[in-house]
């Protein structure tokens, strides 16, 4: 079975531009989580979906901001770009049926402001 | 506000050794950790984990620890190999109001296992 998987891979934008992001859970994973990781720094919460639905969200403006479609995939889009939103974006997905905590990583979309 | 703590960035071992890394956490509302490896240009793969109602967990050649009331835990690799070589990031979940979606992650320690 195919793992999470996001695109692009890799992505460079200008200061002040917008950009979406996009993440496919593995076959069967209603629940998607989104990561922002900082060189140096662990993966930081940014959003949590299920069924189309906001669950959780991190401490991040509201400049950043997800939705996830009937096929439970989901975007992540970030308006206004900024240099500190250069990082590594994680997508994660798990089985929403269960009580587990395990989720499951894409390999990431590496963002580059300049 | 890091409510889960690496406190070591690095780490070097021998082949065949064990590798011991250890992790922190505040909120004593955890309640599910977990262990993370994560290779450069890659993702994060799930390792291992283990509920606060339990003090040990094996898998194979990896095992974790958990002290819930020094609110530590180790994960402890036998022998180590080359492979192991990585980052590997302790994940805590749980606490009130808290989604099942939400882990809260350390900064990483890296493993280097040398021949």
């Known amino acids: 079975d195919a793992g999470v998987t996001q695109s692009p891979t890799h992505l460079i934008k200008t200061r002040g531009q917008h950009v979406t992001l996009r993440c496919s859970p593995i076959?069967?994973?209603?629940?998607v989580s989104w990561y922002q990781q900082v060189l140096g720094q662990g993966p930081q919460f940014i959003f949590q979906?299920?069924?189309?639905?906001?669950?959780g969200r991190g401490n991040f403006p509201d400049r950043f901001s997800a939705r996830q479609f009937p096929n439970y995939s989901s975007e992540l889009n970030v308006n206004a770009l900024l240099l500190g939103d250069s990082a590594l974006y994680l997508c994660?997905?798990?089985?929403?049926?269960?009580?587990?905590?395990?989720?499951?990583f894409g390999p990431g979309t590496r963002l580059t402001v300049t | 506000d890091q409510q889960v703590k690496q406190n070591s960035p690095s780490l070097s071992v021998q082949e065949g050794r064990i590798s011991i890394l250890n992790c922190d956490y505040t909120n004593s509302m955890f309640d599910y950790f977990l262990w993370y490896k994560k290779y450069p240009a890659e993702g994060p793969t799930f390792l291992i984990s283990i509920s606060s109602i339990k003090d040990k967990n094996e898998d194979g050649r990896f095992t974790v620890f958990l002290n819930k009331s020094a609110k530590h835990l180790s994960l402890h690799i036998v022998p180590s190999q080359p492979g192991d070589s990585a980052v590997y990031f302790c994940?805590?979940?749980?606490?009130?109001?808290?989604?099942?979606?939400?882990?809260?992650f350390g900064r990483g320690t890296q493993l280097t296992v040398w021949p």
């Open positions: 994940a805590a979940a749980g606490g009130r109001g808290s989604t099942l979606g939400r882990l809260y």
């Open positions: 994660a997905s798990r089985l929403q049926e269960t009580r587990s905590y395990e989720q499951y």
């Open positions: 979906y299920y069924e189309k639905e906001e669950r």
């Open positions: 076959s069967g994973h209603k629940s």
